[in-house]
């Protein structure tokens, strides 16, 4: 059963992805939050592709994570995965919330991949 709030996230993400899509040149970066974590992944719509993927819970990004605070994870994650997006020659990106508020932790994360020269 899906919670009242949940659901509510759902509908807002349903509205948001019916005006966003991604292509090869500017792919949707879909963002998931949890209680506890948070994933991020680019994604070309028209290829059905997933360019590349992010999570707090990757063994690779846990070695170099901050042991407190979700937002300067978040914020580490939106740095490491601008700098995956660079290495991949994507400069310009869709930002998709995933029907969550911009702030608190998605706006770390956005804000972190906007200092390291991702457009979006």
Aim: aromatic content about 6%.
């Amino acid at each position: 059963m899906v919670h009242v709030k949940e659901w509510g996230r759902i509908q807002r993400h349903r509205r948001v992805r019916q005006k966003i899509t991604g292509t090869a040149e500017r792919p949707r970066v879909a963002v998931h939050r949890s209680l506890k974590n948070i994933c991020v992944q680019a994604i070309d719509d028209i290829a059905q592709k997933t360019i590349a993927s992010f999570s707090s819970l990757d063994k690779e990004f846990l070695k170099t994570a901050p042991q407190k605070g979700k937002i300067t994870v978040a914020e580490q994650l939106g740095k490491s995965f601008a700098e995956a997006l660079k290495k991949k020659n994507v400069q310009k990106i869709a930002f998709d919330r995933g029907g969550y508020l911009y702030h608190g932790r998605v706006k770390a994360l956005a804000e972190a991949m906007r200092k390291n020269g991702i457009q979006f």
